[in-house]
Every structure is written in structure tokens, then in C-alpha cells.
């Protein structure tokens, strides 16, 4: 069965703080796909990284870097000096067909 | 620009009616998806299609049809509807590679 887990339901922090999100995830599959989606309050699902199981490199995009371990099944994200317009919603998937098995999200609040 | 679209954005009707919510696609993928967002359970599959006349339920597809007669639309229905589908409705489409999951905007159901 594929489950992914968010334990943080709700993360509060102050503006320029650092914050990780983490995601855990279960799969017998070898082959699978891991996601992260951001919904702001406006309601769309905005993509942010897509990894594939055979690709533990991490990843930085500006002030958002992703860091995959498979050993310890994981793909977190951290936001590096978080700003207001990052609250949001934040789900984390997981892939092994076509459809995608969701966390059940971490709710972001970064305040002034 | 290719994009995928969802209609109506809000609907609301009453116990017990018929209702169907449209997703319009022109990535031309024949991967289709429909997931249900709901408080505390991030998004649930409720039904996919890998292609025309293929249709296939999720985890959460009682009460619910889909119908693929061609390859831009894949309707969903609420054959009865019940309280407990007042939700947000996500519709998604993917291609062959298992590149990103575009997901439409989104229509909020409010069953009363």
C-alpha cells in the first residue's frame, strides 16, 4: 500500500526563519514518483519538485531546497528565510502509477 | 497555452439531485484524474481514466461516475448527491512520462 505522511499539520514562524517540512513516505514499489504542491490560500494547486526513486540528489530552487533519502524514506522541504507569501497549504505525494497518493498537508504561517 | 479547466468554479444543490462537474483538457493527456479535498484528509482519488472508454474507480468513488468518451473530458458525476460530498473537487491530467500532474482550479460543491 502507498501511504504518505505528514505528521506537522500546522507550523508557525516568524518572517526570515528557516523552516523544514517533512514527508515521510511508504511504497513496496522500486520505481515511484514524490511530489511537492503548494496551495495558497487563493485555492490552486501549484507544483513545485517532482523526484523520481532513482534520483536521491537533493535540489535547490532559489530559497526552496528539497532533500530525498531513501534510506530513511524522506522527502523534506525546507524554505530558507520564509517570507509572507509562503503561507500556504503544502501536501507532499507520492506517485507509483499515474495517480498520486497525498499527504494530508501542513498548513505554513509565516508572520511579519 | 494548454491548460485544463474546470466548470462550474462553485455549485450548490440540494440532497438527492444529479449533479456534474466538467474537466476540460487540451494538454492532450490521456491520463484524467478526479480527487475530492477535504479538512484534515489532504486529497482523495476518486476516479481516473487512462484513456477513452477506460475508466477506473479510487479510493473514495462510491457515489460518484466518470464517463471518457473522448480524450479532452472527463466528467464527473454525483449520481445522488449527499451531504457528505460537500467538498472541493480537483480534476488532473498527466502524460505519458509521468512528468508533472496539472491540476485544473477547482470547484467548490456545497450539498445542502
Known amino acids: 500500500a502507498q501511504k504518505v505522511t505528514q505528521a506537522q499539520t500546522e507550523i508557525s514562524v516568524v518572517e526570515k526563519e528557516d523552516v523544514t517540512l517533512d514527508c515521510v513516505y511508504e511504497t513496496r514499489d522500486t520505481t515511484y514518483y514524490l511530489f511537492w504542491y503548494k496551495q495558497p490560500p487563493s485555492g490552486e494547486l501549484v507544483f513545485l519538485i517532482r523526484r523520481n526513486s532513482f534520483d536521491e540528489q537533493n535540489e535547490i530552487s532559489g530559497r526552496y531546497s528539497w532533500n530525498f533519502q531513501k534510506s530513511t524514506s524522506s522527502f523534506n522541504f525546507t524554505i530558507t528565510a520564509s517570507q509572507v507569501v509562503d503561507s500556504a497549504v503544502y501536501f507532499c505525494?507520492?506517485?507509483?502509477?499515474?495517480?498520486?497518493?497525498f499527504g494530508k498537508g501542513t498548513s505554513l504561517l509565516v508572520t511579519p | 497555452d494548454a491548460e485544463i479547466t474546470q466548470s462550474p468554479r462553485h455549485k450548490i444543490t440540494e440532497t438527492g439531485r444529479q449533479v456534474t462537474l466538467a474537466c476540460h483538457q487540451t494538454w492532450n493527456h490521456n491520463n484524467m484524474f478526479w480527487y475530492r479535498q477535504d479538512l484534515g484528509h489532504g486529497l482523495r482519488l476518486i476516479h481516473y481514466s487512462y484513456g477513452v472508454q477506460d475508466t477506473n474507480k479510487g479510493e473514495v468513488s462510491d457515489g460518484y461516475s466518470v464517463s471518457r468518451s473522448n480524450t479532452e473530458d472527463l466528467p464527473l458525476t454525483l449520481e445522488s448527491a449527499a451531504s457528505s460530498q460537500t467538498s472541493v473537487y480537483f480534476c488532473?491530467?498527466?502524460?505519458?512520462?509521468?512528468?508533472?500532474?496539472?491540476f485544473g482550479p477547482g470547484t467548490r460543491l456545497l450539498v445542502l
Open positions: 505525494a507520492l506517485g507509483t502509477g499515474y495517480a498520486l497518493n
Open positions: 488532473a491530467s498527466v502524460g505519458p512520462a509521468q512528468e508533472t500532474q496539472y
